[in-house]
């Protein structure tokens, strides 16, 4: 096994290799480098001098997320482009966003759909699940719902949540693809454990009308729980409808109220209309309890 010692010793030789593995060391602060924004910079652009796809591939991207080097679109394409005309499939995937969204550069759907695919077919999992999108939204590509199924599944298969997602989504929709709810339930199931937020709430709802499932509104309030406190609305107003209704659980107005504020904070209709008539109903004592908890959730919450 590679020590810091012995990878500082090759890079200092001049191995691209070791320069580039260094600098990605330093940008993390893993194996036992500590985390050194600019000496990571340092090596990597030793190793991109001398053509190392992923030291490039990894400058494009630090310049492209201003994580740690100063943001500069122009440095991220310049970098990224020349990792991935060299067939580095991280650097084709990253490009490929970046020309579909026209972030740094030119907005160009064809291209970044050639790009990506060459991702894609080299097995890189986001890759893959970005030209499913492609695919079921003919964006850059022919409209072909079948075909973004099949993308998505390869990424699925690498266990990339948000093709979980979608791909449960497809199978819930019958979009190309039959219409199987016991399979979208597992797939949905795959990324709500990894956390995904609209995952989380999909399978709650399938918990909640026994769709694809054994109903177990208990479930599915659980979910709901795990997806609202990621901030997803729809999870908020239905964990609020569950607690106003006593469904899945004790029935509780003031956990209501706060789950429908934080869906009516993000301008969920339904959410101001039953805040407001809740609101109405509630003590006083039940409004302090419920603002005493909404700080709480927030202070749960990421990002808050």
Known sequence: MDTLESILEAAGRGDAVAQAKLGAMYADGTGGAAKDDATAIEWLRKAAAQDDTSAQALLGAMFAEGKCAPKDQGEAVAFMGKAAAAGNAAAQSRLGVMLAEGAGVPRDLARAAVLIEKAAVQ??????????????????????????????????????????????????????????????????????????????????????????????????????????????????????????????????????????????????????????????????????????????????????
Request: without cysteine; proline residues 4%.
């Open 123 to 304: 097995g890189h999992a986001v890759a893959q699940f970005n030209l499913g999108v492609m695919f079921a939204m003919g964006n850059g590509v022919q409209k072909d719902e079948a075909k973004a199924v099949g993308w998505y599944e390869k990424s699925a298969t690498q266990g990339y949540a948000p093709a979980e997602a979608n791909l449960g989504a497809m199978y819930a929709e019958g979009l190309g693809v039959a219409r199987d709810e016991t399979k979208a339930v597992g797939w949905f199931q795959m990324a709500a454990a990894q956390g995904h937020a609209v995952a989380q709430f999909n399978l709650a709802i399938r918990h909640a009308g026994g769709i694809g499932t054994p109903k177990d509104e208990a479930k599915a309030a659980e979910w709901l729980q795990k997806s609202a406190f990621q901030g997803y609305p729809a999870a908020q107003f239905n964990l609020g409808v569950m607690y106003a209704n006593g469904i899945g659980g004790p029935k509780n107005p003031v956990r209501a109220l706060v789950w429908y504020t934080l869906a009516a904070r993000q301008n969920d209709p339904e959410a101001v209309t039953e805040k407001n008539a809740l609101d109405v109903l509630l003590s006083d004592e039940q409004k302090a309890e419920a603002q005493k908890f909404l700080t709480e959730v927030l202070g749960k919450m990421p990002g808050k």
